[in-house]
C-alpha cells in the first residue's frame, strides 16, 4: 500500500498588526524558528479496583504560547520586543540645542537627536561664540567629544544641527498589546508547497536578553501567548488559530 510524501520543512514570512485593526498587517522580516508550544491540564482517576491503571482521565490545554526568532532590528520589532512603542523622528534642523558640559577631554556631549553628518553642524560656547572642529571637539554619530586643548568650558555648550531621518523606540511604555499573526508559509520539502497559519489573537512578552555587542549576528527571541478570540463563533470555528494547507 503506497502512501503520499508529505515530509515538511517550514519557512514562510510572518505578518503581525495590533488587534485592534488600527494599523495593517506588516512583515517581521527574516525569522529562522516558529514554534507552538501547548500545555495540559490531565487530571486522572486511578483504579482502585485492582489490576493497576486508571478507571478515567481527563484532559484540558491549559495554555498556548508560540516563540520566533527575528533577525531584522528594525523599530516594530524592537518595540514588541521590549513593549514599546516606535515613531519616525522629526528630521526638522534644531537651532541653539542646550547641553551641559565639564569641559574635560574625551567627554562626550550626545545630542538629543542623531545628527546628519552631511549637513552643517554649528557648536557655539556659553558665550556664543562658535567653536572650531578639530580644535576644540570632534564629531562623531552621536554628538560631539570635547578636546582637552580646546575651549569647551563647564558653562554648556548650544549646538544647531539637522537630524538624521531615524526611528525612536520608547521602551516599557506600553502594557501587553495584542495583536494578530498570519504566516504565509510554504514547505521546502514539497516544492514550495503553500500554507497559512492564522492566529486570531497573541500577546507578546518582554524579551529576556537582546544582545547589542556581540561577535555574531544578534536576534530578537520573542515569546507570545495565545489567547482565545472570543469573537469567533460557529460550530467546529477555533477561537485560537487556524491553519490552511494546499493540497
Known sequence: MSTTDRSFIGAGSIYLKPADDSAPLLPVGNVSEFKFSFEEDKKELKNYLGGGGNRNTISRISSISASLTAHDFTAANLAMALRGSATAGSTTAVVDEPHTSFGVGNELIPFNKMPDMSQSITVKDSLDATLTEGTDYELTKAGIVVLASG??????????????????????????????????????????????????????SPVQNLDFISDDFASIPLELDVLADTTITGSGLSTFMQIDLAQ
Open 151 to 204: 575651549g569647551i568650558d563647564n558653562l554648556g555648550v548650544s549646538v544647531s544641527y539637522t537630524p538624521l531621518a531615524s526611528n525612536m523606540v520608547q521602551a516599557l511604555i506600553e502594557s501587553g498589546k495584542e495583536f494578530v499573526l498570519f504566516m504565509e508559509g510554504l514547505n521546502d520539502a514539497q516544492d514550495g508547497k503553500a500554507f497559512n497559519i492564522r492566529v486570531h489573537r497573541v500577546k507578546f
